[in-house]
């Protein structure tokens, strides 16, 4: 099935630095990969859709500048919080699917980030 | 109106016992529904997609209620290890985007 590695699974960083997190999908081309963020006791949010090789497409309220989505390749999207700031923890997932398989069978997530801003 | 709204729980339930939840949608247009487990801390995954006729899985029964928009999830028999939170997911006709419910939350005790 479908495999979706993404890293770091935590990372603690100090207000004002930048944290990337990376996003694979390790046995399909993914051309869509999604960011979701999710805080505690309530339900994932999307961000934004990650085209490959197009720039990403951010839902509303969510900052374009703050939250850099890069898709260089159709294994591998990244997500760039930067200058984090304590409001920014929370735990971000991407998800994607094999073309044409994710309204059937779902989408396969990630293992998540789970982001701590100190 | 959220476009998914499923009833928050949490369901406590003893082993063995049936527990069934229901969440709503918005969009008539939506084709694709699917549960998703989600353990604490940890990412959601697959549970079972909803076909229109209903379908089973092992203890796992859902089904789809087109006309009035709701979805629902059956648990028969249930185990410790089906303590979780259960996730409605609706897919987005348009955009292929993933709506999300707030979870169930379920626990089974001993």
């Known amino acids: 099935g479908a495999v979706v590695s993404q890293h770091p699974s935590w990372v603690i960083c100090k207000s004002g630095t930048s944290v990337k997190i990376e996003c694979r999908s390790l046995d399909f081309q993914a051309t869509t990969m999604f960011w979701y963020r999710q805080f505690p006791k309530q339900s994932l949010m999307l961000m934004a859709t990650s085209n490959e090789g197009s720039k990403a497409t951010y839902e509303q309220g969510v900052e374009k500048d703050k939250f850099l989505i890069n898709h260089a390749s159709l294994t591998l999207s990244t997500l760039t919080v930067t200058s984090a700031h304590p409001e920014d923890s929370s735990f971000y997932i991407c998800s994607a699917s094999a073309p044409g398989q994710g309204t059937v069978y779902g989408y396969t997530f990630g293992s998540g980030t789970r982001l701590t801003v100190v | 109106r959220k476009e998914v709204e499923q009833d928050p729980g949490p369901f406590n339930v003893p082993e063995g016992a049936t527990v069934a939840f229901n969440c709503t949608y918005s969009?008539?247009?939506?084709?694709?529904f699917f549960w998703y487990r989600q353990d604490c801390r940890k990412e959601p995954k697959l549970l079972m997609s909803?076909?229109?006729s209903g379908n089973e899985d092992g203890r796992f029964t859902a089904q789809l209620n087109r006309a009035s928009q709701y979805i629902s999830l059956l648990i028969r028999d249930s185990k410790l290890s089906d303590s979780a939170t259960y996730l409605c997911v609706v897919n987005n006709p348009t955009d292929y985007k993933l709506s999300f419910g707030a979870g169930t939350t379920v626990t089974v005790r001993a």
């Open positions: 909803v076909y229109s």
């Open positions: 969009n008539s247009a939506s084709q694709s």
